[in-house]
Protein backbone atom coordinates (compact mmCIF):
# COMPACT_ATOMS: atom_id res chain seq x y z
CA UNK A 1 0.00 0.00 0.00
CA UNK A 2 1.58 3.29 -0.93
CA UNK A 3 2.39 5.97 1.55
CA UNK A 4 0.41 9.41 1.42
CA UNK A 5 2.57 11.60 1.41
CA UNK A 6 2.92 14.15 4.83
CA UNK A 7 2.24 17.99 4.00
CA UNK A 8 5.24 19.77 5.51
CA UNK A 9 7.56 16.62 6.02
CA UNK A 10 11.11 17.16 6.69
CA UNK A 11 12.82 17.55 2.78
CA UNK A 12 17.11 16.91 3.26
CA UNK A 13 17.12 18.39 -0.34
CA UNK A 14 15.36 21.54 0.52
CA UNK A 15 17.57 22.08 3.78
CA UNK A 16 20.70 21.52 2.26
CA UNK A 17 19.59 23.91 -0.97
CA UNK A 18 18.68 26.62 1.95
CA UNK A 19 22.12 26.19 3.23
CA UNK A 20 23.75 26.10 0.03
CA UNK A 21 22.39 29.21 -0.84
CA UNK A 22 22.91 30.86 2.17
CA UNK A 23 26.87 29.79 1.75
CA UNK A 24 26.61 31.84 -1.66
CA UNK A 25 25.51 34.58 -0.31
CA UNK A 26 27.69 34.91 2.49
CA UNK A 27 30.46 34.54 0.17
CA UNK A 28 29.26 37.30 -1.39
CA UNK A 29 29.16 39.81 1.05
CA UNK A 30 32.52 38.46 2.26
CA UNK A 31 32.99 40.00 -1.26
CA UNK A 32 31.33 43.42 -1.02
CA UNK A 33 32.39 44.53 1.87
CA UNK A 34 35.62 43.36 2.20
CA UNK A 35 36.70 43.69 -1.08
CA UNK A 36 35.00 47.28 -2.48
CA UNK A 37 32.77 48.60 0.49
CA UNK A 38 34.66 48.85 3.66
CA UNK A 39 38.38 49.51 1.51
CA UNK A 40 36.28 52.23 -0.76
CA UNK A 41 34.57 54.19 2.33
CA UNK A 42 31.25 53.37 0.50
CA UNK A 43 28.02 53.38 2.69
CA UNK A 44 24.95 51.40 1.41
CA UNK A 45 22.36 52.38 4.28
CA UNK A 46 21.16 50.92 6.69
CA UNK A 47 23.22 48.54 9.80
CA UNK A 48 25.65 47.53 7.07
CA UNK A 49 26.09 51.63 6.23
CA UNK A 50 26.29 51.92 10.46
CA UNK A 51 29.03 49.02 10.38
CA UNK A 52 31.28 50.02 7.72
CA UNK A 53 31.45 53.41 8.77
CA UNK A 54 32.49 52.56 12.58
CA UNK A 55 35.09 50.53 11.01
CA UNK A 56 37.06 53.16 9.16
CA UNK A 57 36.66 55.20 12.19
CA UNK A 58 37.49 52.72 14.87
CA UNK A 59 38.73 49.76 12.99
CA UNK A 60 36.13 47.51 14.52
CA UNK A 61 34.95 44.40 12.31
CA UNK A 62 32.50 45.25 10.28
CA UNK A 63 30.42 42.02 10.48
CA UNK A 64 30.25 41.63 14.35
CA UNK A 65 29.17 45.62 14.26
CA UNK A 66 26.07 44.65 11.41
CA UNK A 67 25.30 41.51 13.96
CA UNK A 68 25.15 43.94 17.37
CA UNK A 69 23.26 46.67 15.53
CA UNK A 70 20.63 44.28 14.67
CA UNK A 71 20.27 42.91 18.01
CA UNK A 72 17.85 45.28 19.14
CA UNK A 73 15.86 45.50 15.84
CA UNK A 74 15.27 42.45 15.81
CA UNK A 75 14.16 42.09 19.84
CA UNK A 76 11.80 45.22 18.97
CA UNK A 77 10.40 43.23 15.98
CA UNK A 78 9.94 40.09 17.62
CA UNK A 79 8.50 41.94 20.48
CA UNK A 80 5.56 43.61 18.10
CA UNK A 81 5.77 41.70 15.30
CA UNK A 82 5.91 38.13 16.39
CA UNK A 83 9.03 35.18 16.24
CA UNK A 84 7.87 33.88 13.17
CA UNK A 85 7.79 37.31 11.07
CA UNK A 86 11.83 37.68 12.38
CA UNK A 87 13.15 34.01 12.33
CA UNK A 88 14.41 34.19 8.60
CA UNK A 89 15.88 37.56 9.27
CA UNK A 90 18.23 36.11 12.26
CA UNK A 91 18.99 33.69 10.22
CA UNK A 92 20.34 36.30 7.44
CA UNK A 93 21.70 38.85 10.11
CA UNK A 94 24.03 35.63 11.68
CA UNK A 95 24.88 34.37 8.09
CA UNK A 96 25.69 38.07 6.22
CA UNK A 97 27.98 38.86 9.41
CA UNK A 98 29.48 36.01 10.06
CA UNK A 99 30.96 35.52 6.67
CA UNK A 100 32.07 39.42 6.27
CA UNK A 101 34.18 38.84 9.36
CA UNK A 102 35.42 35.52 8.81
CA UNK A 103 36.55 36.77 5.35
CA UNK A 104 38.19 39.69 6.44
CA UNK A 105 41.76 40.95 7.35
CA UNK A 106 41.02 40.03 10.72
CA UNK A 107 40.45 35.83 9.95
CA UNK A 108 41.07 34.56 6.58
CA UNK A 109 41.61 37.70 5.09
CA UNK A 110 40.87 35.70 1.73
CA UNK A 111 39.10 38.90 -0.23
CA UNK A 112 41.34 41.90 -0.49
CA UNK A 113 40.01 45.58 -2.17
CA UNK A 114 41.78 44.25 -6.21
CA UNK A 115 43.25 48.39 -6.07
CA UNK A 116 46.57 49.01 -4.43
CA UNK A 117 45.04 52.52 -4.20
CA UNK A 118 41.08 52.47 -3.48
CA UNK A 119 40.62 56.17 -2.46
CA UNK A 120 41.51 56.53 -6.16
CA UNK A 121 38.94 54.06 -7.47
CA UNK A 122 36.18 54.64 -5.37
CA UNK A 123 33.91 55.03 -8.75
CA UNK A 124 34.32 51.46 -9.37
CA UNK A 125 34.33 50.24 -5.12
CA UNK A 126 31.00 51.89 -5.46
CA UNK A 127 29.80 49.93 -8.54
CA UNK A 128 31.16 46.43 -7.38
CA UNK A 129 30.21 46.65 -3.97
CA UNK A 130 26.88 48.00 -4.83
CA UNK A 131 26.23 44.59 -7.45
CA UNK A 132 27.45 42.42 -5.41
CA UNK A 133 25.97 42.91 -2.20
CA UNK A 134 22.60 43.25 -4.57
CA UNK A 135 23.37 39.43 -5.96
CA UNK A 136 24.53 38.62 -2.36
CA UNK A 137 20.65 39.95 -0.92
CA UNK A 138 18.80 38.72 -3.99
CA UNK A 139 20.13 35.12 -2.91
CA UNK A 140 18.94 35.39 0.71
CA UNK A 141 15.28 36.55 -0.74
CA UNK A 142 15.01 33.27 -3.29
CA UNK A 143 14.61 31.16 -0.53
CA UNK A 144 12.06 33.60 2.08
CA UNK A 145 15.25 35.31 3.87
CA UNK A 146 16.19 38.63 4.76
CA UNK A 147 19.30 40.46 6.40
CA UNK A 148 17.29 43.14 8.78
CA UNK A 149 18.77 46.42 9.04
CA UNK A 150 16.87 49.33 7.53
CA UNK A 151 13.41 46.97 6.78
CA UNK A 152 13.27 46.20 10.52
CA UNK A 153 13.81 49.64 11.53
CA UNK A 154 11.44 51.21 8.92
CA UNK A 155 8.53 48.37 10.30
CA UNK A 156 9.30 49.95 13.80
CA UNK A 157 8.65 53.31 12.81
CA UNK A 158 5.60 52.79 10.86
CA UNK A 159 3.94 51.69 14.59
CA UNK A 160 3.70 55.42 15.89
CA UNK A 161 3.72 56.58 12.25
CA UNK A 162 0.93 54.17 10.46
CA UNK A 163 -0.01 56.53 7.44
CA UNK A 164 3.45 56.75 6.12
CA UNK A 165 4.69 54.00 3.17
CA UNK A 166 7.02 51.65 3.98
CA UNK A 167 9.22 52.47 0.50
CA UNK A 168 9.14 56.42 1.67
CA UNK A 169 10.69 55.01 5.36
CA UNK A 170 13.28 52.57 4.05
CA UNK A 171 14.30 55.82 1.69
CA UNK A 172 14.57 58.10 4.89
CA UNK A 173 16.31 55.52 7.03
CA UNK A 174 19.19 54.86 3.91
CA UNK A 175 19.46 58.39 3.06
CA UNK A 176 20.22 59.56 6.90
CA UNK A 177 22.75 56.54 7.29
CA UNK A 178 24.28 57.55 4.28
CA UNK A 179 24.65 61.31 5.26
CA UNK A 180 25.43 60.74 8.35
CA UNK A 181 28.21 57.79 7.76
CA UNK A 182 29.56 59.92 4.98
CA UNK A 183 29.82 63.32 7.45
CA UNK A 184 31.29 61.50 10.71
CA UNK A 185 34.49 59.59 8.28
CA UNK A 186 35.33 62.62 6.67
CA UNK A 187 34.98 65.49 10.02
CA UNK A 188 35.88 62.73 12.48
CA UNK A 189 39.09 61.28 13.12
CA UNK A 190 39.58 58.05 15.29
CA UNK A 191 40.30 59.86 18.47
CA UNK A 192 37.56 62.43 18.23
CA UNK A 193 39.12 65.32 16.68
CA UNK A 194 36.98 67.56 14.40
CA UNK A 195 38.10 68.21 11.14
CA UNK A 196 36.50 70.44 8.51
CA UNK A 197 38.28 72.12 5.46
CA UNK A 198 38.33 72.40 2.15
CA UNK A 199 39.57 68.77 1.44
CA UNK A 200 37.20 67.01 3.97
CA UNK A 201 34.28 68.85 2.61
CA UNK A 202 35.11 67.67 -1.09
CA UNK A 203 35.66 64.10 0.64
CA UNK A 204 31.97 64.43 2.22
CA UNK A 205 30.26 65.31 -0.99
CA UNK A 206 32.14 61.91 -3.05
CA UNK A 207 31.29 59.68 -0.45
CA UNK A 208 27.75 60.65 -0.43
CA UNK A 209 27.87 61.09 -4.05
CA UNK A 210 29.75 57.34 -4.64
CA UNK A 211 27.56 56.08 -1.94
CA UNK A 212 24.26 56.47 -3.69
CA UNK A 213 25.39 55.46 -6.71
CA UNK A 214 26.19 52.10 -4.80
CA UNK A 215 23.07 52.02 -3.54
CA UNK A 216 21.44 52.68 -6.93
CA UNK A 217 23.28 49.73 -8.45
CA UNK A 218 22.04 47.40 -5.73
CA UNK A 219 18.72 48.36 -6.08
CA UNK A 220 19.01 48.12 -9.72
CA UNK A 221 20.45 44.52 -9.08
CA UNK A 222 18.02 43.40 -6.55
CA UNK A 223 14.97 44.44 -8.90
CA UNK A 224 16.80 42.32 -12.21
CA UNK A 225 17.42 39.33 -10.14
CA UNK A 226 14.21 38.92 -7.83
CA UNK A 227 11.87 41.42 -9.58
CA UNK A 228 11.71 43.55 -6.29
CA UNK A 229 11.27 42.53 -2.69
CA UNK A 230 7.78 44.33 -2.06
CA UNK A 231 6.02 43.25 -5.35
CA UNK A 232 3.49 40.86 -5.41
CA UNK A 233 2.97 37.45 -7.20
CA UNK A 234 -0.66 36.42 -8.51
CA UNK A 235 -1.14 32.53 -8.40
CA UNK A 236 -3.47 30.39 -10.58
CA UNK A 237 -3.42 26.73 -9.10
CA UNK A 238 -5.33 24.30 -11.13
CA UNK A 239 -5.64 20.39 -8.73
CA UNK A 240 -7.89 17.99 -8.18
CA UNK A 241 -7.03 18.36 -4.53
CA UNK A 242 -7.79 21.82 -4.48
CA UNK A 243 -9.97 21.70 -0.92
CA UNK A 244 -6.75 20.44 0.99
CA UNK A 245 -4.26 23.09 -1.46
CA UNK A 246 -6.40 25.84 -0.24
CA UNK A 247 -6.78 24.99 3.24
CA UNK A 248 -3.23 24.60 3.80
CA UNK A 249 -2.24 28.18 2.10
CA UNK A 250 -4.67 29.62 4.48
CA UNK A 251 -3.09 27.96 7.54
CA UNK A 252 1.02 27.97 6.62
CA UNK A 253 0.73 31.05 4.72
CA UNK A 254 -1.80 33.11 6.17
CA UNK A 255 -3.19 34.13 2.97
CA UNK A 256 -6.58 34.29 1.55
CA UNK A 257 -7.82 32.45 -1.14
CA UNK A 258 -10.64 32.52 -3.51
CA UNK A 259 -11.87 29.48 -5.47
CA UNK A 260 -12.79 30.33 -9.08
CA UNK A 261 -15.20 28.24 -11.23
CA UNK A 262 -13.58 27.21 -14.59
CA UNK A 263 -14.51 24.88 -17.30
CA UNK A 264 -12.03 22.85 -19.70
CA UNK A 265 -12.22 23.39 -22.78
CA UNK A 266 -10.07 19.93 -24.03
CA UNK A 267 -12.44 17.93 -21.75
CA UNK A 268 -15.58 20.15 -21.27
CA UNK A 269 -15.43 19.39 -17.93
CA UNK A 270 -15.39 21.70 -14.78
CA UNK A 271 -12.45 22.68 -12.88
CA UNK A 272 -11.76 24.45 -9.99
CA UNK A 273 -9.52 27.16 -9.79
CA UNK A 274 -7.32 28.46 -6.88
CA UNK A 275 -6.84 31.93 -6.68
CA UNK A 276 -4.16 33.32 -4.71
CA UNK A 277 -2.15 36.72 -3.77
CA UNK A 278 1.51 36.14 -1.95
CA UNK A 279 4.48 38.36 -1.38
CA UNK A 280 7.68 37.97 -3.62
CA UNK A 281 9.62 35.99 -0.70
CA UNK A 282 6.94 33.65 0.01
CA UNK A 283 6.84 32.47 -3.93
CA UNK A 284 9.13 29.32 -2.77
CA UNK A 285 7.09 28.23 -0.19
CA UNK A 286 4.23 28.25 -1.56
CA UNK A 287 5.24 26.24 -5.08
CA UNK A 288 6.62 23.92 -2.25
CA UNK A 289 3.39 23.63 -0.43
CA UNK A 290 1.32 22.91 -3.26
CA UNK A 291 4.26 20.08 -4.98
CA UNK A 292 4.05 18.64 -1.71
CA UNK A 293 0.34 17.95 -1.94
CA UNK A 294 -0.38 17.69 -5.74
CA UNK A 295 2.56 16.43 -7.77
CA UNK A 296 0.55 16.92 -10.68
CA UNK A 297 -0.81 20.66 -10.09
CA UNK A 298 -0.66 23.27 -12.56
CA UNK A 299 0.72 26.46 -11.42
CA UNK A 300 0.85 30.14 -12.87
CA UNK A 301 2.62 32.67 -11.07
CA UNK A 302 2.23 36.50 -12.81
CA UNK A 303 3.80 39.61 -11.21
CA UNK A 304 1.09 42.14 -9.96
CA UNK A 305 2.02 45.70 -10.21
CA UNK A 306 0.52 46.77 -7.02
CA UNK A 307 -1.59 44.79 -4.27
CA UNK A 308 -3.47 47.03 -2.10
CA UNK A 309 -5.86 45.65 0.52
CA UNK A 310 -5.41 43.74 3.80
CA UNK A 311 -1.89 41.97 4.22
CA UNK A 312 -0.85 43.93 1.85
CA UNK A 313 -0.21 47.56 0.97
CA UNK A 314 -3.07 49.71 2.85
CA UNK A 315 -2.77 52.31 0.90
CA UNK A 316 -0.63 53.45 -2.20
CA UNK A 317 2.99 52.75 -2.00
CA UNK A 318 2.78 51.21 1.41
CA UNK A 319 3.67 47.91 2.19
CA UNK A 320 1.60 46.07 5.20
CA UNK A 321 2.91 43.94 7.84
CA UNK A 322 0.56 44.06 11.06
CA UNK A 323 2.24 43.94 14.75
CA UNK A 324 0.71 41.25 16.94
CA UNK A 325 -2.45 43.01 18.81
CA UNK A 326 -2.06 42.89 22.42
CA UNK A 327 -4.00 43.00 25.21
CA UNK A 328 -6.65 41.11 26.93
CA UNK A 329 -9.15 39.16 24.14
CA UNK A 330 -12.95 40.19 25.07
CA UNK A 331 -15.13 37.49 25.58
Given amino acids: MKKEKTVGAFKPREILLDIGYLFISGILFGV ?39 VPLVLLFWFFY ?31 CP ?57 IIDVLVVVVASFATCFFTADGQFIMNEESIYA ?25 FDKTRVAYIFSDKYETVADELMAKLERGVTILDG ?3 YTKGSKKVIF ?27 EATETIGQGFKAGIADVAIEPKKRGKKKS
Fill in 115 to 171: FTSPEENTILCALFGGIVIGVAVSFMFVRGYTTGGSDLAAFLVKIPFPKVSTPKLLL
Fill in 82 to 112: GFRSCVKAIVGIIVSSVFVDATGPDFLNIFR
Fill in 204 to 228: CYLSILFSFLATFMFSSMLEFMNSG
Fill in 32 to 70: AYNMFLVPGGIFIGGAGGIATALNILFDLPTGTMIFLIN
Fill in 263 to 265: TGW
Fill in 276 to 302: CVVKKNEIYELKNLVRSIDENAFMILS
